[in-house]
């Protein structure tokens, strides 16, 4: 069974850094896609960053320039470093991948929160 596990959320402070982790366990075989979705209390949940088998990258407009999406591939792993954050990241972060079939996964999400 495929299971995504988070880590790395917390308490920080307006234009501090931090990175999220997201093991992928659980033989996911072909992984279409790998990211990280946010949702504050009252929002929908939303896009933060995806990056594709292909390496091909995209982005939150509100994220641009501030987070990068990585991966290593032989650990199925997924982070997301997060620099410059805002009172207005806060949120939870979610892990989601798309694999095979278009079959897709989440972590259980991990709370950020930007506050001084």
């Known amino acids: 069974q495929v299971q995504l596990v988070e880590s790395g959320g917390g308490l920080v402070q307006p234009g501090g850094s931090l ?4 093991v992928v366990s659980g033989s996911p075989g072909n992984i279409i896609s790998m990211g990280w979705y946010r949702q504050a209390p009252g929002n929908q949940r939303e896009l933060v960053a995806v990056v594709s088998g292909s390496g091909t990258t ?4 509100s994220v641009k320039g501030r987070f990068t999406i990585s991966t290593d591939s032989p650990r199925n792993t997924v982070y997301l470093h997060m620099n410059s954050l805002k009172p ?29």
């Open 88 to 116: 207005e990241d806060t949120a939870v972060y979610y892990c989601n991948i798309v694999r095979e079939w278009f079959v897709e996964h989440w972590g259980q999400g991990t709370q950020v929160t930007v506050s001084s």
């Open 19 to 22: 990175r999220l982790s997201c």
């Open 58 to 61: 995209k982005y939150a407009e």
